[in-house]
Every structure is written in C-alpha cells, then in structure tokens.
C-alpha cells in the first residue's frame, strides 16, 4: 500500500480530515515520524550489522562495527557458504541452511498435521472425557521445552534418536496454540455442511481432506508462518540433541564460527555476521509469500 | 404406492427433551408433504430422523420398501436440501453437485450428464464454475437443490429452505420448487413454520405441536374443517376467531347475545369463525360489534373489535365503506366451527 492509499483508506470514516492534523503532500506527518522511528530501531542493527560483514575482520576487531561498505563482501559470503568448518571439517554453510530448512519445514508442518488431527478428534468425534483431553492438550501450554528439557532428552536418547532429524524435530510438534486454534475453526463451521457431506456418502477421512483441509487453508498458513520462524530459531533443543556437526543449524553454526577464536586468532566477526544475514533471509521470506496468501484468504472470506 | 412409512417414531434427546412423541405418517409416491408448525415442535426432528442425521429412539422409518433406521445417511437413497444451503464454500458450483456422485463412484460420463441435467433445469449453468460465494441467494438455494437432483433420491428433504431468502424470491422459487418437484414426480417433505408457504406447496399437510401430530389432510380440508383449536388458530391468516360460547341445542350465546343454532351438543364451548365468513349486517338481526381498530391491507380491510367483552376480527373488501361505533355483525351457521372447550377437539355438528 502507498501512503497514499493509506491516506486515503484511513480518512474514509470522517468526510472531514481532523483539522489539528498537520498533514504534508497527503502524508501526516506525526504517524509517519513514530512510523520511521519505528522501522529505524528495528532496522538500524541489521543494516549496520550487514555493512560490517562486507569488511575485514582484523580491521572489525580494531575499529568495531562499520557503517561504509568494505571490499570483502563476496569473498566473506562465499566463504560462509562453502568452506568446510567445524572440528571435523565437514559443514558448510550450506549444509547447516539445509538442516535449519528440515528442521523449520519440519517443525511447521509437523505441528501443523498433529494439531489439526487432535482438533479434529476433539470436534467432531464423541469420545469419553473429551473436552477433559482438550484440556490437558491445553494445559502443556505450562510445560514449555525448558521445563521438561531433561525428560525429553532422556526419551529421545533411550529410543535411539539422538542425531537424527526425527530426534530433532519429533519432541517439539506437540502444540496445544496450534490444536486450540484449530478447534476453535472447527467449531465455528457450520454443522450443516458435516451433514450434507454425511448426505454425499463423505466417510470421516474424506470429510477431513476435502472439506476441512481445504476451509483451513488461511489458518494453516498463518500457524505455518509463525511455526516455521519459531522452528528456524530453535537453539536450545539442537545444541543439546546433535553432537554430530553434520545435523547443524545455521542458528547453531553463528555461535560456532564464533568460536573459533583459538589461540591468538581473531574471530571472525565478518564471518558471523554474515551467517547472521544469510540466517535471516529464508523466515522474511517465508513472512513475505505466506502473508500474502494469508491476507488474500481473509479477504476473500470463504466460509 | 407409498416411498415413506414413518411408523410411530419417536425421538428423546440425550438431554432428556422429548422432541417427536410418536408420530406415523406415509408420504405417497410422488407427493409433495409438508410438516408445520409452530418453532420447536420437531418438525425439523422429524425430518432428520428420516434423513439419518438423528438416531431414531423408537418407531420404524421404512423407506422404498426397507427399513432404514440403522442405515446411514447416504445409504438411505435420500437428499436433503439445507435452510442456510450448506453449499461447500471452496468448491465450484460444479464440483458441489458432483461432489455426493464422486463419492459413490459414479463414471465420470454420468456425472457431467447428471449436473448438466439439473443445471438446465435449474437455470444455474452459466454458474457452473463460480464458487458458492459468487453467487446471490436465490441462486446459491438453486445450487442446493440442483445437489438434491443429481443424487436421483427416492425422496426430497427439505428444511425451511426458503426462510433466508426475501419476501418477494421466497414466493418465486416456492413456485418454482412447486413445479419442479411436479416435474421430477420425486415424493418429497418440506418442513415450514410458515403456513402459507404449507397451504400453497403441499398436496397434503401435516400439523404437528409439541411433538405431536394435530391433524394430517389437503390443504383445504385442514383449512375448512380444521381437527383442533390449535390447527384452527395456526392455518389461515388472519387467524381464526376464538370465541367462548354456550349451545343449548337450539341457540349459540356469545355474551349474552344469541342466535338459533341447531345443534345437538349443549354446553359450554369455543367457537371458531373465520374472519373473511363474517359480514356486516344491517337491521335488527345479528351480534352487536364495536369497532376499535380499522387496517387497511390493500385489496382488505380487517376490522378489529368487540362482541361484549370478547376480541374479534372480520375481513371485509377495501372497496366498501370503513365502518365505525357500534355495529351489527352477522354470519352463516355452516360457517361456525365448535370445539371441546376443555380438550380443544372438534364437536362437529
Ligand atoms: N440436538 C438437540 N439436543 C437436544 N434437544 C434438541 C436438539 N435439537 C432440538 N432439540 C429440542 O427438540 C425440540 C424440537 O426441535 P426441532 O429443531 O425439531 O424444532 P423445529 O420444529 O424444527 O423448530 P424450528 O421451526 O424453530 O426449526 C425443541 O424443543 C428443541 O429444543
Ligand atoms: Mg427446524
């Protein structure tokens, strides 16, 4: 949207603009100052954040971060893509954007598909004691990860799962947001239209992928939104699931470049930074493409 | 023959409400029924029973010649068509109507003959690939009955579909459900609170209050001979008269004013009269009325007032001149209905 159009959406419910409003070309120019300070606390760490990484590091460490553009911003990149790190030598930059991949599609997707099932038990199948299930599901909102961290890495690691993807992405699909977002949805569609697919011989299953799925589109795009940035950023279940740096996340591998300041070796700040960019960049687009679905499925209003 | 047999069913809701107690009815090969009533008597109970959406508590529903009570909705050879159309939102308008036919294997050929079939009768084929949410009201009641007419049913369901429409289609499309259901010869119920919507669909009518059936019969017969006082006072509008009075066998006393009236009831009773039956008279003959309230309805007037302390109207003709004060009144004694004071029930005479 142009601030114009802005503008003018805006000044649709009074005819007359407030008068105390000093307004610019059409701009107002108050909103548009808290709006660009705003975007400047916001923005002003990663835009200086990404200068320095076009630099060199010995000069990084002698004069702190950077605001011009250096003469290192390919050779930097390209070396946090493919050189080989670790204590094995075995990752690369690539290699951990990957894993960060599996392990946010994974995450996402996962909670996903086990929260629209419970919901969808917890609906429209009438079992014993319900919404008493419901209501544990929900309750394990109170047992974030942290909390029963030692638990499930003790599970995990008498199944065997320990660096594996499974290990790492199992544990954490469970969601009780996700199945009361979904039971909410399920209970606002209309009982009807379970009947009429009764009528047109839908059996349980078909009911779910042809109707159900399909009206949850929207939700399922903004549950995926947000799930997959959470999943991306995981830190704390990775570092202590994987030992084999194979099984690296791009969010593990910033602390690991950071490291490497063995001996009199100055870290490679460049490096770090860099990674940092390269982390960010897939969860702003995953942002960017789903929220435009998201948006033209609430304006379209199916249901 | 006869496709329905509802045979003393009855239904309690797990919560203990005792929604249908006991009713029996058939519907004839090709009949269009319709259930009415008043809202909460388990019409629309009644109806999902035979659909199989509601388990059955007791009674037998046999349909084309089977049982069908344990039998699940879409084994049941019925369709239903929806107050607020049901219609599944992201599917085409095409893929609505094939959707029940997909389920059960139909050949692909017969599906688009199918759809395309109903489509042209129902108007509704340049629509074919808009989604539900592209389409008015009218069209989207369309598109549920076009999903009825694919499935090739035994028999029609259908709940008040027409009650989230305006005044002006809801007569147009009760017309054209009318003609269409002539059209397919497919029997059908239709289940109303509305009694005009009853009296101008139905071939035959069936009066259900409180779980229970008041009266089944024609249009006409229900109008002019109506069982109860409940049935008297729900079909007709305005409503019919309810007057106390007293027979003695050879007169009817409304207040202390009387006329001959033959009858071999004597008692107290209700009297029912309808108000397009009773006529201003002039002279001495007749009951003595005090208009309080004229309204004007177009081509009627109906005229509210009092006979002693009892409220009654009478609908006369706009054209005639709109009386007022203390009046006479007068009417056929053919035209007086006589109920049981205390049960409601019928004395006929
Ligand atoms: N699922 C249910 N559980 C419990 N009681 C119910 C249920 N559905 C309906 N009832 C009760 O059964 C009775 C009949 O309901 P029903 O829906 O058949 O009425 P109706 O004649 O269709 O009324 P309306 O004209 O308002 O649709 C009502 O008293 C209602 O409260
Ligand atoms: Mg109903």
Same mark, same amino acid.
């Given at each position: 949207?142009?601030?114009?159009?802005?503008?003018?959406?805006?000044?649709?419910?009074?005819?007359?603009?407030?008068?105390?409003?000093?307004?610019?070309?059409?701009?107002?120019?108050?909103?548009?100052?808290?709006?660009?300070?705003?975007?400047?606390?916001?923005?002003?760490?990663?835009?200086?954040?990404?200068?320095?990484?076009?630099?060199?590091?010995v000069l990084i460490h002698r004069q702190g971060m950077q605001f011009g553009w250096g003469d290192q911003f390919s050779q930097t990149y390209s070396t946090v893509l493919n050189q080989?790190?670790?204590?094995?030598?075995?990752?690369?930059?690539?290699?951990?954007?990957?894993?960060?991949?599996?392990?946010?599609?994974?995450?996402?997707?996962?909670?996903?598909?086990?929260?629209?099932?419970?919901?969808?038990?917890?609906?429209?199948?009438?079992?014993?004691?319900?919404?008493?299930?419901?209501?544990?599901?929900?309750?394990?909102?109170?047992?974030?990860?942290?909390?029963?961290?030692?638990?499930?890495?003790?599970?995990?690691?008498?199944?065997?799962?320990?660096?594996?993807?499974?290990?790492?992405?199992?544990?954490?699909?469970?969601?009780?947001?996700?199945?009361?977002?979904?039971?909410?949805?399920?209970?606002?569609?209309?009982?009807?239209?379970?009947?009429?697919?009764?009528?047109?011989?839908?059996?349980?299953?078909?009911f779910l992928i042809d109707i159900l799925v399909p009206l949850s589109k929207t939700m399922m795009a903004a549950i995926f939104i947000i799930m997959f940035v959470v999943g991306w950023?995981?830190?704390?279940?990775?570092?202590?699931?994987?030992?084999?740096?194979?099984?690296?996340?791009?969010?593990?591998?910033?602390?690991?470049?950071?490291?490497?300041?063995?001996?009199?070796?100055?870290?490679?700040?460049?490096?770090?930074?860099?990674?940092?960019?390269?982390?960010?960049?897939?969860?702003?687009?995953?942002?960017?493409?789903?929220?435009?679905?998201?948006?033209?499925?609430?304006?379209?209003?199916?249901? | 023959?006869?496709?329905?047999?509802?045979?003393?069913?009855?239904?309690?809701?797990?919560?203990?409400?005792?929604?249908? %107690?006991?009713?029996?009815?058939?519907?004839?090969?090709?009949?269009?029924?319709?259930?009415?009533?008043?809202?909460?008597?388990?019409?629309?109970?009644?109806?999902?029973?035979?659909?199989?959406?509601?388990?059955?508590?007791?009674?037998?529903i046999e349909l084309a010649g089977r049982i069908v009570n344990e039998l699940e909705p879409a084994d049941r050879n019925i369709a239903m068509v929806f107050q607020n159309y049901a219609?599944?939102?992201?599917? @085409?308008?095409?893929?609505?109507?094939?959707?029940?036919?997909?389920?059960? %294997?139909?050949?692909?050929?017969?599906?688009?003959?199918?759809? @395309?079939?109903?489509?042209?009768?129902?108007?509704?084929?340049?629509?074919?690939?808009?989604?539900?949410?592209?389409?008015?009201?009218?069209?989207?009641?369309?598109?549920?009955?076009?999903?009825?007419?694919?499935?090739?049913?035994?028999?029609?369901?259908?709940?008040?579909?027409?009650?989230?429409?305006?005044?002006?289609?809801?007569?147009?499309?009760?017309?054209?459900?009318?003609?269409?259901?002539?059209?397919?010869?497919?029997?059908?119920?239709?289940?109303?609170?509305?009694?005009?919507?009853?009296?101008?669909?139905?071939?035959?009518?069936?009066?259900?209050?409180?779980?229970?059936?008041?009266?089944?019969?024609?249009?006409?017969?229900?109008?002019?001979?109506?069982?109860?006082?409940?049935?008297?006072?729900?079909?007709?509008?305005?409503?019919?008269?309810?007057?106390?009075?007293?027979?003695?066998?050879?007169?009817?006393?409304?207040?202390?004013?009387?006329?001959?009236?033959?009858? %071999?009831?004597?008692?107290?009773?209700?009297?029912?009269?309808?108000?397009?039956?009773?006529?201003?008279?002039?002279?001495?003959?007749?009951?003595?009325?005090?208009?309080?309230?004229?309204?004007?309805?177009?081509?009627?007037?109906?005229?509210?007032?009092?006979?002693?302390?009892?409220?009654?109207?009478?609908?006369?003709?706009?054209?005639?001149?709109?009386?007022?004060?203390?009046? %006479?009144?007068?009417?056929?004694?053919?035209?007086?209905?006589?109920?049981?004071?205390?049960?409601?029930?019928?004395?006929?005479?």
């Amino acid at each position: 949207m142009t601030t114009t159009e802005l503008e003018q959406s805006a000044s649709v419910p009074h005819a007359k603009p407030a008068p105390s409003r000093k307004t610019f070309g059409g701009v107002r120019i108050y909103d548009h100052v808290v709006l660009w300070f705003g975007v400047f606390l916001m923005m002003a760490p990663l835009v200086v954040a990404f200068t320095t990484s076009s630099f060199d590091h010995v000069l990084i460490h002698r004069q702190g971060m950077q605001f011009g553009w250096g003469d290192q911003f390919s050779q930097t990149y390209s070396t946090v893509l493919n050189q080989q790190g670790g204590f094995t030598g075995e990752v690369t930059g690539w290699l951990m954007t990957q894993n960060s991949f599996i392990l946010g599609i994974g995450f996402a997707v996962g909670k996903i598909v086990i929260s629209m099932l419970a919901a969808y038990a917890i609906v429209y199948f009438r079992f014993p004691f319900a919404t008493l299930a419901f209501w544990i599901i929900f309750m394990t909102l109170l047992l974030p990860l942290e909390v029963r961290i030692l638990p499930s890495y003790e599970v995990v690691q008498q199944l065997g799962l320990l660096n594996t993807y499974t290990g790492l992405i199992l544990p954490l699909i469970a969601s009780a947001t996700g199945t009361f977002f979904f039971r909410q949805f399920f209970k606002s569609v209309p009982n009807e239209l379970l009947e009429a697919a009764r009528i047109d011989g839908a059996n349980a299953w078909r009911f779910l992928i042809d109707i159900l799925v399909p009206l949850s589109k929207t939700m399922m795009a903004a549950i995926f939104i947000i799930m997959f940035v959470v999943g991306w950023n995981q830190y704390l279940w990775p570092t202590l699931m994987t030992t084999d740096e194979t099984y690296f996340t791009l969010v593990r591998g910033i602390k690991q470049v950071m490291q490497n300041m063995i001996g009199a070796d100055i870290p490679k700040y460049n490096e770090a930074l860099a990674m940092a960019m390269l982390a960010m960049i897939p969860p702003v687009a995953v942002i960017l493409i789903f929220q435009r679905m998201f948006i033209k499925g609430l304006v379209e209003q199916e249901k | 023959m006869t496709t329905l047999k509802i045979k003393n069913v009855k239904k309690v809701y797990p919560n203990g409400a005792d929604a249908v %107690k006991g009713v029996s009815v058939d519907v004839e090969d090709g009949e269009l029924v319709v259930f009415v009533g008043p809202s909460g008597c388990g019409k629309s109970t009644l109806l999902r029973m035979v659909a199989g959406l509601e388990s059955v508590t007791e009674g037998e529903i046999e349909l084309a010649g089977r049982i069908v009570n344990e039998l699940e909705p879409a084994d049941r050879n019925i369709a239903m068509v929806f107050q607020n159309y049901a219609l599944y939102p992201h599917m @085409s308008v095409r893929k609505n109507l094939a959707y029940g036919l997909k389920n059960r %294997k139909t050949p692909q050929a017969e599906i688009d003959t199918r759809v @395309s079939e109903a489509a042209e009768l129902l108007q509704i084929a340049e629509f074919l690939d808009r989604k539900p949410s592209q389409l008015s009201g009218g069209q989207r009641q369309r598109v549920a009955m076009g999903r009825a007419i694919v499935r090739h049913p035994a028999i029609f369901l259908f709940d008040e579909p027409l009650s989230n429409l305006d005044a002006k289609l809801r007569n147009q499309m009760r017309l054209e459900i009318k003609k269409l259901q002539r059209r397919l010869k497919t029997a059908a119920i239709y289940v109303t609170h509305d009694q005009v919507e009853a009296m101008t669909l139905a071939d035959r009518i069936v009066v259900l209050n409180a779980g229970q059936i008041e009266q089944i019969g024609t249009p006409a017969e229900i109008y002019s001979n109506p069982a109860t006082t409940f049935v008297a006072s729900f079909i007709g509008a305005p409503p019919m008269n309810m007057l106390e009075a007293t027979t003695t066998g050879e007169s009817l006393e409304i207040d202390g004013q009387s006329i001959p009236y033959s009858v %071999k009831h004597s008692g107290r009773v209700q009297m029912g009269l309808r108000p397009e039956r009773i006529k201003i008279v002039n002279g001495e003959a007749g009951f003595g009325f005090d208009v309080t309230v004229l309204e004007d309805l177009g081509a009627t007037r109906l005229v509210h007032g009092h006979i002693g302390g009892q409220e009654i109207t009478l609908a006369q003709d706009a054209d005639l001149p709109a009386p007022s004060g203390h009046i %006479k009144i007068g009417f056929q004694p053919d035209d007086v209905l006589l109920f049981d004071e205390a049960t409601g029930q019928r004395i006929l005479t």
